[in-house]
């Protein structure tokens, strides 16, 4: 089992940053890929961006330019970026964690953070 706990979400207003940090424990050796996903009320959870072991990054097209993923190897935890926020990032931002190289369908899931884009 692997646990996922997020932190760093708050309110921040729009044009603002914001880094949220995941911290992972358990069978961290199974892992493959970490990453974010988010949801905004009403709607699908909505992919953002993922690090592999090997350190290698993807993102999703909204997320390009703004948002950065990066860890912590020492610390087993990722962290996610966020730069010239938009009000439409507010969501509630999940962490998660698959034994394959793939987040389509996250094996965990971390409890999420909100964050609150404000003008």
């Known amino acids: 089992q692997v646990q996922l706990v997020e932190s760093g979400g708050g309110l921040v207003q729009a044009g603002g940053s914001l880094r949220l940090s995941c911290a992972a424990s358990g069978s961290m050796l199974s892992i493959n890929t970490m990453g974010w996903y988010r949801q905004v009320p009403g709607k699908q959870r909505e992919y953002i961006a993922q690090i592999l072991k090997d350190g290698s990054t993807n993102y999703a097209n909204s997320a390009q330019g703004r948002i950065t993923i990066y860890r912590d190897n020492a610390k087993n935890t990722v962290y996610l970026q966020m730069n010239s926020l938009k009000l439409q990032y507010t969501a509630v931002y999940y962490c998660?964690?698959?034994?394959?190289?793939?987040?389509?369908?996250?094996?965990?899931w971390g409890q999420g953070t909100q964050v609150t884009v404000s003008t």
């Open positions: 998660v964690a698959d034994q394959s190289r793939f987040l389509s369908y996250p094996d965990y």
